[in-house]
C-alpha cells in the first residue's frame, strides 16, 4: 500500500478534496466582504446621527465582538489541531481530516464576523464595530488552504552536536 493511500486517499483524491477546499474558502471569503459592504451600504448612512444603541451599550457591543473573534479563534485552531491530530495517519493529515478540519476553523470565524456587522447596523458607526470582522478576514486570509498537512512530515530529530 503506498504512502499515499494509507495517509487518507490518492494523490488524485488529495487533489480533488484541495481543490473542493479551495472552491469553499473562496466562496466563504467573498460572501462575508459582500455581506459586510451591503449592512455598511444600506446600515450606516440610514442611522445617520439616530443610533439603535446608546453610547455605552455601543462600547460594549464592539468589546463583545472583539471578546468573541478572541474566543473562536483560540476555539478554532484548537479545534482544527484536534481534528488534524485524530485523522493523522502516516506522517499527514487525511483528506476528510483536512476538509472538516478547516470547515470548523472557518465557521468559527463567520460568527464574530456577523457579531460585528450587527454592530455596525446597531450602531450607525463603522469603527470599532468592524475591527471584529476585519480581524476574522484576516484570519481567514491567513488560513488559505495550502494543503500543507496532506503532504507527508516524517518526523525529524536533531543529530547530537559533535
Known amino acids: 500500500m503506498s504512502n499515499a493511500q ?3 486517499g490518492s494523490s488524485r483524491g488529495q487533489q480533488a478534496t484541495l481543490i473542493m477546499i479551495r472552491l469553499v474558502w473562496a466562496a466563504l471569503l467573498p460572501g462575508q466582504v459582500f455581506f459586510g459592504l451591503t449592512v455598511i451600504a444600506i446600515g450606516v448612512p ?10 455605552g451599550t455601543a462600547a460594549l457591543a464592539w468589546k463583545i465582538g472583539l471578546g468573541v473573534w478572541v474566543v473562536l479563534t483560540a476555539a478554532g485552531y484548537i479545534s482544527r489541531s484536534q481534528i488534524y491530530k485524530r ?4 506522517h499527514s493529515v487525511t483528506v476528510g481530516g483536512y476538509f472538516i478540519g478547516n470547515l ?3 465557521a468559527l470565524m463567520e460568527i464574530p464576523f456577523f457579531v460585528s456587522v450587527v454592530d455596525v447596523f446597531a450602531t450607525g ?5 468592524a475591527l471584529p470582522a476585519l480581524l476574522a478576514i484576516g484570519v481567514m486570509l491567513v488560513n488559505f488552504p495550502t494543503g500543507g498537512p496532506l503532504q507527508p512530515h516524517p518526523p525529524v530529530f536533531d543529530e547530537p552536536a559533535r
Open 6 to 8: 494509507t495517509s487518507g
Open 46 to 55: 440610514q442611522s445617520g446621527g439616530k443610533p439603535l444603541l446608546g453610547t
Open 87 to 90: 485523522s493523522w495517519k502516516k
Open 104 to 106: 470548523v476553523l472557518w
Open 125 to 129: 458607526h463603522l469603527f470599532p464595530g
